[in-house]
């Protein structure tokens, strides 16, 4: 499907605000660490099928990668650490990375459903 940029800057835009990215009009928050299953506002679902879940895992992974490869670079390029400090600074960053991240992960990953097939609605 085909996607205006102003449609994907938007969705982008409410995927950072942890917001549905087809409506924008509710949180897809449940409670810390517990996304709902379908938007409270115009009922996609958000939690579909039995392993929906692992695109959400995939990009808080690939996220946690690039974020320590940065810090890495940035480390070897701004700071002369010794390297037991970064490692330390890098493992720290390699454990809560992930769980800072975990909601913003499913929030991108259920923006880029959207996108590119959009989000089922539920049966009312
Ligand atoms: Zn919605």
């Not at 924008?24 to 299953?37: E, L, M, T």
């Not at 890495?72 to 002369?80: C, E, H, K, R, V």
């Not at 010794?82 to 991108?108: A, M, R």
Request: proline letters at 4%; a positive charge; glycine letters at 6%.
């Amino acid at each position: 499907m085909k996607r205006d940029p102003r449609t994907i800057l938007l969705t982008l835009w409410r995927c950072l605000k942890l917001q549905c990215p087809a409506c924008g009009r509710a949180s897809i928050v449940q409670r810390p660490f517990y996304v709902k299953k379908s938007c409270s506002a115009c009922g996609v679902i958000f939690k579909r099928e039995e392993g929906f879940f692992v695109g959400a895992i995939m990009a808080n992974v690939v996220a946690t990668e690039v974020f320590i490869l940065l810090v890495y670079f940035a480390s070897l390029l701004l700071t002369n650490f010794d390297e037991q400090i970064t490692l330390t600074i890098l493992f720290v960053i390699g454990v809560s990375f992930p769980v800072v991240f975990y909601h913003h992960s499913w929030s991108l990953w259920l923006g880029m459903d959207h996108l590119i097939e959009g989000l089922p609605r539920e049966k009312r």
